[in-house]
């Protein structure tokens, strides 16, 4: 199994990226897919999520209303478009694969990395001010 994301970059602040990450899962559909993000010296943190059918989508408050998170079953990749970015978005951003067959035992499971199975090699977004 690989995740592989790109599209990261540096960018001036308030500009737009579109980061993808390429699933080799044999059912794509059966996973919920997650967007992490780890800045330098912080911890990683959640940035988003989507339901195996795209249906339904989870935000973090600090990229809400910039961010969205959409799929592509057919072409097993998920995308993270993010508008509007600011210096504080610079981090290395990681895709990651959970199957929605394992039970979740948290409401809020989707923000816990530890939730998820697999995980990408992570693309490094710089937004200069």
């Known amino acids: 199994v690989q995740l592989q994301a790109s599209g990261g970059g540096l960018v001036q602040a308030g500009a737009s990226l579109r980061l993808s990450c390429a699933a080799s899962?044999?059912?794509?559909?059966?996973?919920?897919m997650g967007w992490f993000r780890q800045a330098p010296g912080k911890e990683r943190e959640f940035v988003g999520g989507?339901?195996?059918?795209?249906?339904?989508?989870y935000y973090a408050d600090s990229v809400k209303g910039r961010f969205t998170i959409s799929r592509d079953n057919a072409k097993n990749t998920v995308y993270l478009q993010m508008n509007s970015l600011k210096p504080e978005d610079t981090a290395v951003y990681y895709c990651?694969?959970?199957?929605?067959?394992?039970?979740?035992?948290?409401?809020?499971?989707?923000?816990?990395?530890?939730?998820?199975?697999?995980w990408g090699q992570g693309t490094l977004v710089t937004v200069s001010s």
């Open positions: 990651a694969a959970r199957n929605i067959r394992v039970p979740a035992y948290s409401s809020n499971w989707y923000r816990m990395g530890s939730e998820y199975n697999y």
């Open positions: 989507i339901s195996w059918s795209g249906g339904n989508t």
């Open positions: 899962l044999n059912t794509f559909s059966n996973y919920f």
